[in-house]
């Protein structure tokens, strides 16, 4: 059964503080994404990353980073967490090399809150 | 600036009418053209794409149209449900660029 899992499902935080959001797949697929969605604004993309230590910044890189150690996680970092940080933070992942566009499989969302 | 713009924020349609929505892009670069059905604290899942070497693709009752040189392309159901009731996403380009969504109510 193909799947993208992130966790956590939901989380709280006071701003300032550091957070971390993980996903994993188990499709070994290539392609892996991190997107946020803010009512009204859609899915905007933060990063990207086409393989284990090949990062790249998405639309809306500012104030986040990603790690990508092994082919099957990508986490999300916030390092000192803003109030306009709050939102629907979805993990996707690619089969292929992210260079053409092809199907992407989405985790279920974790909705962070910055107090 | 966004690179991809649904105009109509939300639709509403009889059951058994045709839904249309649309989406324009600016980068006419892009080749890949696709639409994502999402439920209320679901994730996007892939309805149906097209590839612009096709100005249409139909699958059950979806139809995709691309109009390359009006950089438009559109989502059309048939025989509209109560089930399609949801948020459709347009997305294009290689990086697949998402518009912000229009949601799609069909009433019984």
């Known amino acids: 059964d193909m799947k993208v899992t992130q966790m956590p499902r939901y989380l709280i935080k006071r701003m300032g503080e550091n957070v971390l959001l993980e996903c994993g797949q188990d499709m070994s697929h290539e392609t892996m994404y991190w997107y946020r969605q803010d009512p009204g604004l859609g899915l905007q993309l933060i990063y990207i990353?086409?393989?284990?230590?090949?990062?790249s910044e998405g639309d809306i890189p500012k104030g986040y980073r990603v790690s990508r150690k092994k082919r099957e996680h990508f986490s999300l970092i916030l390092d000192s967490a803003k109030t306009n940080q709050t939102s629907v933070y979805f993990c996707?992942?690619?089969?292929?090399?992210?260079?053409?566009?092809?199907?992407?499989?989405f985790g279920s969302g974790t909705r962070l809150t910055v107090l | 600036g966004q690179q991809v713009k649904q105009s109509s924020p939300s639709l509403t349609v009889q059951e058994g009418g045709i839904s249309i929505l649309n989406c324009d892009y600016e980068n006419d670069m892009f080749d890949y053209f696709a639409w994502y059905k999402k439920y209320p604290d679901n994730s996007p899942t892939l309805l149906i794409s097209?590839?612009?070497?096709?100005d249409k693709r139909e699958d059950g009752r979806l139809t995709v149209f691309l109009n390359k040189s009006g950089k438009h392309f559109s989502l059309h159901i048939t025989a509209s449900q109560p089930e399609d009731t949801a948020v459709y996403l347009c997305?294009?380009?290689?990086?697949?660029?998402f518009g912000k969504g229009a949601k799609l109510t069909v009433s019984p």
């Open positions: 990353s086409y393989d284990v230590d090949s990062n």
């Open positions: 997305a294009a380009g290689s990086k697949l660029s």
């Open positions: 996707a992942s690619s089969l292929g090399q992210g260079k053409s566009a092809e199907t992407l499989y």
């Open positions: 097209v590839r612009s070497n096709v």
